[in-house]
């Protein structure tokens, strides 16, 4: 197929589904294909079907500013708007599987800069520009290559109202949106976003600290800004223009000629939940399961007993560490031999092991070494019993030890007051897997007056999520390696060769879970307390991914050992996410016997 005959069906909205059509169908007897061929359809028409097709859509978003006061004190130009324009940049490419681009005004300022911002914006969308004439270069022409979001953001402010595509008065943004309509054919939002909750001001105050600023140097600028910016206006004229204006993030939303198209519903949807509070995400999979051992995907079965140790442990490291204050926790287990040598040595310590700070590099084989200043806070004596908080007396010890052929010790650092009471969430899947690896996690009633709303806190409620469940295999499920390659030679050949798009006969694919994770991780955006989400190694995989800011691509290369969990620390002042690793055992299993599938 020649690039002319793509050319047209770009310049209109359904370009996508009309150049998939073309491009090539795979039931029609006169195409032949090759492998690859066959591959980079599969490809397109999965990540079509998944992503709802949104990138079909040319689409521009512009993230301005809003001016609100709050008793005098302005901090008008750091509403969050460069974290938003970040975040719905990752949405589009991560959910959509569209094309999407941060264009910073401040960047194209200066006698030919507006013409550049113009040429880049013609060069984004305009697919003919690319070097490409092969229609199934999935990479150039595919899906990545047709329509997109450009997220033309004014990072300097005061500085962007140099340009005209600043969109700071009501004639910019009328002028933008004819230039953007009629000479790209692209469809235009703007985004406002205004703060005056004294949470938005608190937040606020500790951006512009981060940023370095002082007061005075804030003063001046909210000043020079006051002076030019003219929020949407609300006085009808400008009903044409669609619009979002977001008030205090996600308390209120004002949206405008914004639900005529689904991407825009959907946008809508997705900022509607965004904040930009400091928050933190921790995930964990399953326990080992009775499957996992007999090296079985899918199906629903139970813990195995070391998978019910690591729920045992998971619940330990809830209360210390997602719902307390401390900030590490380190799981140590003796065996038989070694339970002797700790009794000889508590009694030639002739102190109290609780308080001590001598158990440094004290660790097991699953992974675990304690740390400085890390405290012995609980123990467990034998398998499968519940942990108990450590003797406080010597003597007292050394009984509890006495006929002890196993113990594990719970090592906590950091603030250990307070443990269990920093309200959290849960959430699991809907299988039986991740809900008994949260068995152990206490729930108390937290005391009314820890929430804004003023009703007492049902701690670690779980709440379950069929979205969450592990990827359906379909015909395979329940079946092992070795049973799935004697039905089908060729499946692990055909995996390999694109993970992120084989679907399991009448089962599910990657793609398939990122559609159904759409509406979780939306819903994950709006959480801000810290939060637990136990559930399987392909859904971990991409929500790491998600969090971590990957493509989707870099996603299902991910690791996620069983018997750990990682936390994800988001600061909200604009530095990536952050994670740690805390394995916590009893052993640290990498290898699921399924590494070939
Ligand atoms: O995409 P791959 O790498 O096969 O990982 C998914 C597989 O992981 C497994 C275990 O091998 O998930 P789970 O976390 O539920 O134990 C299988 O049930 C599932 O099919």
Request: proline fraction near 4%.
């Amino acid at each position: 197929m020649s690039r002319n005959l793509i050319r047209p069906v770009f310049r209109h909205c359904q370009a996508v589904s009309l150049f998939a059509a073309k491009v090539v169908d795979p039931m029609d007897p006169t195409v032949k294909l090759g492998d690859s061929d066959y591959f980079k359809h599969q490809q397109l028409v999965q990540s079509l079907g998944s992503s709802s097709a949104p990138s079909v859509r040319f689409y521009f978003l512009l993230a301005t500013t809003h001016l609100c006061s709050n008793n005098g004190q302005h901090l008008a130009w750091m509403r969050g708007k460069t974290h938003i324009a970040r975040e719905l940049k990752r949405y589009i490419e991560f959910f959509h599987g569209a094309r999407a681009e941060i264009f910073s005004v401040s960047e194209y300022i200066g006698p030919d800069g507006e013409d550049k911002l113009y040429e880049a914006l013609n060069s984004f969308f305009d697919v003919t520009n690319s070097p490409t004439a092969d229609p199934y270069d999935f990479e150039q022409c595919g899906v990545e290559g047709v329509g997109g979001f450009a997220i033309i953001l004014s990072s300097d402010t005061v500085e962007s109202t140099k340009s005209m595509w600043s969109a700071h008065t009501k004639w910019h943004r009328k002028w933008m949106a004819r230039k953007l309509e009629d000479e790209l054919q692209a469809e235009v939002c703007f985004i406002q976003i205004s703060v005056d909750s004294p949470k938005g001001e608190k937040y606020l105050s500790d951006l512009a600290a981060y940023r370095g600023m002082t007061l005075e140097e804030s003063r001046d600028l909210i000043a020079n800004y006051q002076d030019h910016y003219v929020p949407i206006q609300m006085d009808q004229s400008e009903d044409q223009t669609p619009f979002i204006h977001l008030m205090n993030y996600n308390q209120k939303m004002v949206v405008n000629k914004m639900m005529r198209s689904f991407v825009g519903s959907q946008v809508c949807h997705f900022l509607s939940n965004l904040h930009p509070f400091q928050h933190t995400v921790y995930l964990a999979r399953h326990g080992e399961s009775e499957f996992n051992v007999e090296m079985r995907i899918g199906g629903d079965s139970g813990l195995s007993r070391r998978g019910e140790e690591f729920a045992r442990r998971t619940a330990e490291f809830v209360k210390y560490v997602v719902c307390g204050h401390a900030n590490d926790l380190v799981c140590v287990t003796l065996t038989a031999k070694d339970v002797p040598k700790l009794r000889d040595w508590i009694i030639e310590l002739k102190r109290n092991i609780v308080a001590t700070r001598d158990w440094a590099d004290f660790g097991d084989a699953s992974g675990g070494v304690v740390r400085r200043f890390m405290q012995l806070k609980r123990m467990q004596i034998g398998w499968a019993a519940d942990f108990e908080d450590t003797p406080s007396t010597v003597q007292d010890l050394l009984r509890r030890l006495e006929k002890a052929k196993v113990v594990t010790l719970v090592f906590v650092g950091g603030d250990t007051s307070g443990a269990g009471t920093v309200p959290g969430r849960l959430w699991t899947s809907s299988l039986r897997r991740t809900i008994e690896t949260a068995q152990f996690i206490e729930h108390p009633i937290l005391p009314a007056g820890l929430m804004t709303d003023g009703k007492p806190y049902y701690q670690m409620r779980g709440r379950q999520f069929r979205n969450m469940d592990e990827v359906y295999a379909g015909e395979y499920d329940g079946l092992t390696e070795e049973e799935i390659t004697k039905r089908a030679p060729n499946v692990i050949a055909d995996r390999k060769r694109d993970k992120l798009g084989f679907r399991y006969p009448r089962g599910e694919s990657y793609y398939d879970i990122i559609a159904r994770l759409e509406s979780v991780m939306s819903h994950l955006e709006r959480i801000q307390q810290p939060i637990l989400i136990i559930s399987h190694q392909a859904v971990l995989r991409l929500m790491y991914g998600w969090l971590m800011h990957k493509t989707r691509e870099d996603s299902v290369e991910t690791q996620v050992p069983q018997h750990e969990v990682v936390r994800i620390c988001f600061d909200g002042l604009g530095g990536g996410p952050v994670e740690t690793r805390f394995p916590l055992g009893p052993t640290h299993l990498t290898d699921d016997g399924q590494s070939d599938l």
